[in-house]
């Protein structure tokens, strides 16, 4: 008895032990703001186990997430909670605002795409971004899953509603809610580097 006791203890010490030994090793230039953007992408990718870098690829439900799983799958996005992995990657804090700010009490809602492709006002629809933007900051939350770019030709599919239109024209000028939701982007901004107008 005395003897599985102590062979526990030691199999824990030594996870533990090899755990920190790994995670002590960890370069942590990729959480230094005055690095280059790229060089602190690489240093932190090339920490990053497959598993880590899957995960940052997965989103599931929140009624299903743990912290277990959020913590040992390093699930990357939920349409609510917030969470980090081992190598301190925020997890995406983000909600579903196709058309509005729709889950929250009061907040405006909009007509679907397909009404808002009907009108061909692009002007229209960056207004509407740049007013679901300033609703889903004032929750507090960051990061919104809007923007549906499909161009639905069969109208057995489910969600042609969220497609402005079966003419890719015409969806391709709908696409001006990008800069209503995210801000415009700066004459100086550097190519090549997402841009998210304020914070």
């Known amino acids: 008895m ?3 006791y102590l062979v526990s203890i030691l199999g824990l010490l030594l996870l533990c032990a ?3 030994g790994q995670d002590s090793k960890l370069n942590m230039l990729y959480k230094d703001p005055n690095q280059p953007i790229n060089t602190r992408i690489k240093v932190l990718m090339d920490q990053m186990t497959y598993e880590e870098k899957i995960g940052q690829m997965v989103q599931i439900d929140r009624r299903a997430a743990t912290p277990e799983i959020m913590r040992d799958y390093s699930i ?5 909670g917030s969470l980090s992995s081992r190598l301190g990657i ?3 804090y983000g909600i579903d605002v196709v058309h509005g700010h729709n889950n929250v009490y009061k907040a405006t809602i909009f007509p679907h795409n397909v009404g808002l492709g009907a009108t061909r006002d692009k002007d229209l629809v960056k207004r509407i971004g740049a007013a679901t933007a300033l609703e889903a900051r004032a929750t507090g939350i960051p990061y919104v899953f809007a923007l549906c770019t499909a161009v639905c030709r069969d109208p057995r599919w489910g969600r042609c509603y969220e497609s402005y239109s079966e003419d890719p024209k015409i969806v391709e000028d709908m696409m ?3 800069p209503g939701l995210q801000g415009d982007i700066p004459p ?3 190519k090549g580097i997402p841009y998210v107008g304020g914070k």
């Open 2 to 4: 005395v003897s599985r």
């Open 90 to 92: 925020p997890m995406i």
């Open 176 to 178: 001006e809610i990008i």
């Open 188 to 190: 100086n901004s550097p």
């Open 76 to 80: 990357d996005s939920l349409l609510s």
């Open 18 to 20: 090899s755990a920190w």
